[in-house]
């Protein structure tokens, strides 16, 4: 199965992604958006996983989960990657204060493995761009929320099925995080 770790965001924070993805849509750009029931924060891209493995993913991610209590986390800029030069896809930062996803990211990393990036929500890719300058300034010009936060409770393994219509992400396995 193709799968990353990751987790959810709130409805309200759906809401806002989408609203951000109106904003981009006016820009000189052909880009793919991500669905709102998409919407998620990637930790670590595993790729194809053979069903053994993933019972052992699961372990280790629960681990890793059982012993952290829930944290919050909040949204940041917009971001182009890899660069405004050449932009391949539009990214929504999550900043963590509290070091405990940075402390999670590195437990996944050392005991599960993947492609690891920074934490962030994926707001399209990009296919391509008509006027860099102007889809550069645009992107700074949107307007954003500051100090948009929301919690985290869980850590999840999901599986990634690739259709003519986008992927379908279902969750294999649920690590809860601790109550404060």
């Known amino acids: ?18 609203s951000l993805q109106s904003a981009l849509e006016k820009l000189p750009m052909v880009c793919k958006m991500v669905g709102s029931d998409n919407i998620h924060v ?7 996983v053979e069903e053994s493995e993933a019972k052992n ?11 952290r209590p829930k944290f919050e986390v909040v949204v940041g800029g917009i971001r182009l990657i890899p660069n405004e030069k050449y932009i391949r ?3 929504l930062e999550i900043l963590d204060s509290s070091r405990v996803l940075k402390t999670i990211s590195s437990n996944i990393k050392e005991k599960i493995g993947g492609r690891m990036n ?4 994926t707001l399209c890719r990009v296919r391509s761009v008509s006027n ?13 929320e500051e100090n948009l936060k929301f919690v985290v409770n869980s850590i999840d393994l ?4 690739l259709n003519r219509t986008g992927p379908m992400y279902t969750v294999v396995h649920e690590a809860k995080l601790l109550d404060a």
Not at 57 to 67: G, P, T, Y
Not at 132 to 144: D, F, S, Y
Request: aromatic share 8%.
């Open 132 to 144: 860099k300058e102007e889809v550069v300034t645009g992107v700074k010009e949107i307007r954003l």
């Open 1 to 18: 199965m193709r799968a990353f770790i990751g987790f959810w965001v709130p409805e309200r924070i759906k809401n806002y992604v989408v």
């Open 42 to 48: 990637c930790l670590s891209f595993l790729g194809d």
């Open 89 to 91: 896809v539009i990214v």
């Open 118 to 121: 920074p934490p962030h929500i």
């Open 57 to 67: 993913i699961q372990v280790s991610l629960s681990e890793i989960c059982n012993a």
């Open 158 to 161: 999901i599986r990634s099925v």
